[in-house]
């Protein structure tokens, strides 16, 4: 079965600058994607960025980009110039292509809290 | 962007009485629908999958006569909690999935049961 794992319950970062959040995962696929969503507290989940595993180059999305390392299966999350409304519980997912959609797997979280 | 509407946002319900939970893709045909449960500072736990027209399929762990899955077209499923107790009372997320895959989650409905 498929595991995913972020090791960083809990993160803080001042404004403007740079945080790291850490993903790992589990599979046995050689195809699938891994993507990081937002959940504010709303509790809307937002798709912050996604990543194929069959493209070498890392995904980007404005100030967030991961450093996807497969071999290793790490998939970790960096925000660049951290803003307030940045503020929130990041999850790591991933899941496997489906023509039934996609399962998601998801990881425990990391709540990032961003300081003025 | 698409947008995949739950219904109600919260609801409180007493112990022993059954609750229905709507989702809708409101400008998008929704070929798969998915359901999970996210307790208070926890990670979404999937619940089952449900594709139009056919039973629903459910993840090890979770009672199907519990927790019934009606995907009746291609624009809304539903989650009726039957028979609730206070252990069931939880945040409840759908997300919708086009044909090409990609995922739209609803705003997710809060159940307490008393």
């Known amino acids: 079965a498929q595991t995913v794992t972020q090791s960083q319950p809990e993160m803080s970062v001042q404004e403007a600058e740079t945080v790291t959040l850490s993903c790992t995962y589990d599979t046995s696929e050689s195809d699938y994607y891994l993507f990081w969503y937002k959940q504010p507290p709303s509790r809307q989940m937002i798709l912050v960025i996604r990543?194929?595993?069959?493209?070498?180059q890392n995904a980007t999305e404005n100030r967030f980009s991961v450093n996807f390392q497969k071999a290793a299966k790490s998939f970790s999350l960096k925000i660049s110039d951290s803003q307030l409304g940045d503020a929130a519980m990041y999850f790591c997912a991933y899941s496997v292509w489906e023509t039934s959609g996609s399962r998601l797997t998801f990881g425990e979280g990391t709540q990032l809290t961003v300081n003025p | 962007g698409a947008v995949v509407s739950q219904h109600p946002s919260r609801v409180i319900c007493k112990s022993g009485t059954s609750v229905k939970i709507e989702c809708r893709s409101l400008?998008?045909?929704?070929?798969?629908m998915f359901w999970y449960r996210q307790f208070p500072k926890k990670s979404l736990m999937l619940m089952a999958t449900?594709?139009?027209?056919?039973?629903?399929?459910?993840e090890q762990g979770v009672e199907k006569d519990k927790f019934l899955i009606n995907h009746a077209s291609l624009t809304l499923s539903t989650l009726t909690v039957t028979s609730a107790h206070p252990e069931d009372s939880s945040f409840y997320i759908c997300?919708?999935?086009?044909?090409?895959?990609?995922?739209?989650f609803g705003e997710g409905s809060r159940l307490t049961v008393l």
């Open positions: 400008d998008f045909q929704a070929t798969t």
């Open positions: 997300s919708a999935s086009r044909v090409t895959g990609e995922l739209f």
């Open positions: 449900s594709n139009e027209g056919s039973k629903a399929t459910y």
């Open positions: 990543q194929e595993a069959y493209k070498q």
